[in-house]
């Protein structure tokens, strides 16, 4: 049997005991940076790792590598007679559990069996954010709970990653007013990851407005503002260096939203930076205009930003979010 997980740390609980078979992590951040309909194509697979490199700070080497490593892992799936799919409820793992239903849906499956756990909460635990959550015992409960995968999971998984993976993100606006019930938790990830759009209210995504309205509630530690966003958009399962990179642009010239007192560098890649728990973030004048409708973040500053398969580039970039009808907005120009 093979398991593939989300995490290290889902990996590590399971190793003890909890299952039999071979683990597979999936490492990916979909959520963040180009993504392709078939990420595995060479070309693609080089813009991807040298944005991630750009942005995250994750060696454009080591992404490469490890790529080609868990890909050749899973093209060996026909080796194991069951396969066990271990994904959350939020977009970091429905993103990934979308892919690999896509890319499932074109083998041969010959007498290999797919299977699928997939929750969003867990008796006792009032927020869930993970599996990573759960300690060994609660681990165990689920262990056998997985649901085979049939031809509809398949086929509204691949619907879902090649909506993702389009430069036109009706694609995806268009499949959420469709019954998704059959991956009961893909409906809000993907709206979640829609309304990460600049809003036709004042050009900032739901992280960046999130952000700013947690900094004027009287959070400003760094980390303090990462726990309560992460909270309050948990269908998002944003990481830690997503956020950070995030708030890198939200305090960058030109037009900062933010000031981030005592600021020496951020946290990067397998690189703690301690005096960043000191760092005091506060609104700037023009944060405050952002927040009060009277500027429009993106029409000041301009855009250059992946949301899946739609590159937003430019002061007026043609896809934008309406929050009050909770759907895209298509402006019809984009400069």
């Given at each position: 049997?093979l398991h593939i997980v989300n995490g290290d740390l889902v990996a590590a609980k399971?190793?003890?005991?909890?299952?039999?078979?071979?683990?597979?992590?999936?490492?990916?951040?979909?959520?963040?940076?180009?993504?392709?309909?078939?990420?595995?194509?060479?070309?693609?697979?080089?813009?991807?790792?040298?944005?991630?490199?750009?942005?995250?700070?994750?060696?454009?080497?080591?992404?490469?590598?490890?790529?080609?490593?868990?890909?050749?892992?899973?093209?060996?799936?026909?080796?194991?007679?069951?396969?066990?799919?271990?994904?959350?409820?939020?977009?970091?793992?429905?993103?990934?559990?979308?892919?690999?239903?896509h890319w499932f849906s074109e083998q041969p499956l010959l007498n290999t069996k797919?299977?699928?756990?997939?929750?969003?909460?867990?008796?006792?635990?009032?927020?869930?954010?993970?599996?990573?959550?759960?300690s060994l015992e609660q681990m165990e409960t689920l262990s056998g709970t997985w649901?085979?995968?049939?031809?509809?999971?398949?086929?509204?998984?691949?619907?879902?990653?090649?909506?993702?993976?389009?430069?036109?993100?009706?694609?995806?606006?268009?499949?959420?007013?469709?019954?998704?019930?059959?991956?009961?938790?893909?409906?809000?990830?993907?709206?979640?990851?829609?309304?990460?759009?600049?809003?036709?209210?004042?050009?900032?995504?739901?992280?960046?407005?999130?952000?700013?309205?947690?900094?004027?509630?009287?959070?400003?530690?760094?980390?303090?503002?990462?726990?309560?966003?992460?909270?309050?958009?948990?269908?998002?399962?944003?990481?830690?260096?997503?956020?950070?990179?995030?708030?890198?642009?939200?305090?960058?010239?030109?037009?900062?939203?933010?000031?981030?007192?005592?600021?020496?560098?951020?946290?990067?890649?397998?690189?703690?930076?301690?005096?960043?728990?000191?760092?005091?973030?506060?609104?700037?004048?023009?944060?405050?205009?952002?927040?009060?409708?009277?500027?429009?973040?993106?029409?000041?500053?301009?855009?250059?930003?992946?949301?899946?398969?739609?590159?937003?580039?430019?002061?007026?970039?043609?896809?934008?979010?309406?929050?009050?009808?909770?759907?895209?907005?298509?402006?019809?120009?984009?400069?």
């Amino acid at each position: 049997m093979l398991h593939i997980v989300n995490g290290d740390l889902v990996a590590a609980k399971l190793r003890q005991g909890i299952v039999q078979g071979d683990i597979l992590v999936w490492r990916e951040v979909y959520p963040h940076g180009p993504v392709f309909l078939d990420p595995a194509v060479s070309d693609n697979r080089s813009v991807r790792a040298q944005f991630l490199e750009q942005t995250l700070g994750i060696p454009r080497s080591e992404y490469i590598q490890g790529s080609k490593m868990q890909e050749k892992t899973l093209a060996d799936f026909n080796k194991y007679e069951e396969v066990v799919l271990w994904f959350e409820h939020d977009l970091f793992d429905q993103t990934m559990l979308c892919y690999l239903l896509h890319w499932f849906s074109e083998q041969p499956l010959l007498n290999t069996k797919l299977n699928l756990l997939s929750i969003g909460e867990y008796p006792g635990i009032e927020l869930f954010r993970g599996l990573g959550q759960l300690s060994l015992e609660q681990m165990e409960t689920l262990s056998g709970t997985w649901k085979s995968i049939g031809t509809k999971e398949l086929d509204l998984g691949g619907a879902f990653w090649k909506a993702y993976a389009s430069q036109d993100p009706q694609q995806l606006q268009q499949l959420l007013i469709k019954d998704t019930s059959v991956l009961p938790f893909a409906h809000d990830a993907f709206q979640c990851h829609l309304s990460q759009l600049p809003s036709t209210h004042n050009g900032l995504g739901i992280v960046e407005q999130t952000t700013l309205e947690m900094v004027r509630a009287g959070i400003h530690s760094p980390y303090e503002l990462f726990e309560h966003v992460g909270n309050k958009l948990n269908n998002l399962g944003m990481g830690d260096l997503q956020y950070w990179y995030i708030l890198k642009e939200m305090s960058q010239d030109p037009y900062p939203l933010l000031q981030i007192r005592g600021l020496q560098v951020f946290p990067a890649y397998n690189s703690a930076a301690v005096s960043f728990r000191n760092c005091d973030v506060v609104l700037t004048d023009f944060g405050n205009c952002v927040m009060d409708g009277k500027e429009d973040w993106v029409a000041k500053k301009g855009i250059d930003e992946w949301y899946g398969g739609v590159h937003l580039q430019g002061y007026c970039p043609r896809w934008r979010w309406n929050s009050s009808l909770q759907t895209i907005h298509d402006t019809g120009i984009e400069v």
